[in-house]
């Protein structure tokens, strides 16, 4: 395979561009006209890739960009991409002259703040806010009327800046139970109504509520997670109504392969002993490679078959129990499909307790990202060598 030439570990995951451009589409092609969609690209992208998922989503009809925090949009700047970034989390009053100059959008919710920020700005400065109602996430936010309508003033009576948009953010559009969801989006709409002037974008609904709420759109939706094609929750995957496709893919090949025999050991701890005549292979990937030890017992696919992960998984390694004899370089796939089997991102995050967004999130830069368009190799980022 081509990567070989960027990166020297068979261990890598593979993003499926295509994906995310069919699950943009998919999420587009269901809002009204004038509805704008942010693709969420924060945390390098859910672990995909910041620029290589910022393109393909803003190709396939994303309006603008959503991320953390501020040195994450400086980052996209830095990859040349030019259109609006939010910074959805909070950042320096001493910073925004920064943001302003690479024209990046900050989240405000605190009039102190804003009192801060003006002695950094200068005088022909101009910083686009958004304003962050806390309706019930109980993180970030103003959370009363009368801060709103300061903060509301403030921005008005300063020059440099412009109030170009507000929003809040759902704690459970991702549950059946829609009481607490409601409660929150009344809320919100309490706060809309005091303000003297709406701004340009008005925006509530992540992807659960996007794909579920149309009550919820006001103008602007913020997609995340159901652009890699993952489900809000698994009580939400009977719930959508298209097709999502899964971007994310782990593989790796093996490295040693050898016949054990009754009472041999496997890995640290000498905890896995071996029935009979057994054969099993090394995987060149590790805890920190995000493959954490809790892993051990899950199943990986070789030749299109389950086999599981025995021993404790070291730190860059980890064995299996092979169906049969395979030789080295043998490619083993740990998230994707092989033939008529798959192993879902959900599979994982179920073995490991926690939800579908930590998984490609946990699996680290130590592990080149392979980008696929079309079935062809079209980028690969290796940040240990090309950091
Ligand atoms: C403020 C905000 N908006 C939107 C999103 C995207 O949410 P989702 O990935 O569920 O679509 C997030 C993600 O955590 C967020 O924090």
Not at 101 to 107: D, F, K, P, Q
Not at 170 to 177: G, I, V, Y
Not at 258 to 274: N, R
Request: glycine residues 6%; proline residues 4%; charged residues 25%.
């Amino acid at each position: 395979m081509e990567a070989q030439k960027t990166f020297y570990r068979d261990t890598w995951a593979e993003i499926d561009l295509d994906s995310i451009s069919k699950n943009v589409t998919a999420v587009k092609g269901r809002l009204p006209q004038d509805v704008n969609l942010i693709a969420v690209v924060k945390a390098n992208a859910y672990g995909h890739g910041d620029v290589q998922v910022a393109k393909a989503a803003l190709e396939a009809g994303a309006d603008f960009l959503a991320v953390a925090f501020l040195d994450e949009a400086i980052a996209l700047r830095n990859k040349g991409i030019t259109v609006p970034i939010l910074v959805l989390g909070a950042s320096r009053p001493e910073d925004v002259q920064t943001a302003a100059e690479l024209n990046i959008t900050l989240t405000i919710f605190q009039k102190e703040w804003l009192e801060r920020a003006k002695n950094y700005l200068p005088d022909d400065a101009k910083l686009k806010l958004h304003v962050k109602v806390d309706s019930g996430m109980g993180r970030i936010g103003v959370r009363n009327s009368e801060e709103l309508t300061i903060i509301e003033k403030m921005i008005e009576e300063d020059h440099r800046l412009i109030f170009e948009g507000i929003f809040t953010h759902f704690a459970t559009a991702d549950e059946l139970d829609t009481t607490y969801f409601q409660k929150q989006l009344a809320f919100f709409k309490e706060m809309l109504s005091t303000l003297s002037k709406k701004p340009k974008y008005i925006h509530s609904s992540n992807s659960a509520a996007t794909i579920r709420f149309k009550e919820a759109y006001f103008n602007t939706c913020r997609l995340g997670i159901a652009m890699y094609g993952l489900t809000p929750s698994p009580e939400m995957e009977r719930e959508i109504p298209f097709p999502l496709f899964e971007a994310f893919s782990l593989k790796t090949r093996l490295v040693n392969v050898k016949k054990l025999h009754k009472g041999d050991k496997v890995s640290y701890g000498a905890t896995y002993e071996s029935e009979g005549e057994e054969w099993i292979g090394t995987l060149p990937i590790g805890y920190a490679d995000g493959w954490i030890r809790k892993l051990s017992g899950q199943e990986v696919l070789v030749n299109g078959e389950r086999a599981p992960i025995v021993g404790r998984i070291c730190m860059d390694q980890c064995m299996i129990k092979l169906p049969a004899f395979y030789p080295v370089g043998t490619e083993v796939t740990l998230i994707g499909r092989q033939n008529e089997q798959f192993i879902s991102v959900n599979e994982i995050a179920k073995k490991l307790e926690t939800i579908n967004y930590e998984i490609p999130c946990i699996i680290t830069s130590r592990v080149p990202r392979v980008y696929k368009k079309d079935e062809k190799i079209m980028d690969i980022k290796n940040d240990l060598l090309h950091p």
